[in-house]
């Protein structure tokens, strides 16, 4: 009879030390899973402020584009294109040959000779 006993309590045993090893297998993996939550947390909320902060760099770089672009326009409008200074220029010495192969000296200069090799 205590055959049958100590048959029963190996028995037991075993399974006991099974359970054992399952449970803190069991437990060994809710740790990981919370690590891995946390991280997860981390890296969520890592990644929002990089955003958060990217926005803001872009607003401000969307803004200085605009400045710079309304910079850019005021000083087109305000100064002459270059083509057309030089087109006016050009049309001077034209207009002083003109008035010196006519015979009509020019106000300007004292005489009619004229260099532009400006």
Not at 4 to 9: K, R
Not at 27 to 34: A, D, I, Y
Not at 99 to 107: A, D, H, L, T, Y
Request: aromatic share 4%; proline share 3%; charged share 35%.
């Amino acid at each position: 009879m205590f055959g049958c006993f100590l048959g029963v309590e190996n028995t037991l045993e075993q399974e006991y030390e099974e359970r054992s090893l399952i449970l803190r297998g069991k437990h060994e993996l809710e740790r990981r899973l919370k690590e891995l939550e946390e991280q997860g947390r981390s890296s969520r909320a890592a990644d929002e402020d990089a955003l958060i902060r990217l926005r803001k760099d872009l607003k401000k770089t969307k803004a200085l584009l605009r400045d710079a672009q309304i910079m850019l326009d005021r000083a087109k409008e305000d100064n002459p294109g270059k083509s057309a200074l030089r087109a006016l220029k050009n049309q001077v010495p034209s207009v002083l040959t003109k008035e010196c192969i006519n015979g009509k000296p020019s106000f300007l200069l004292g005489s009619c000779s004229f260099s532009s090799n400006r």
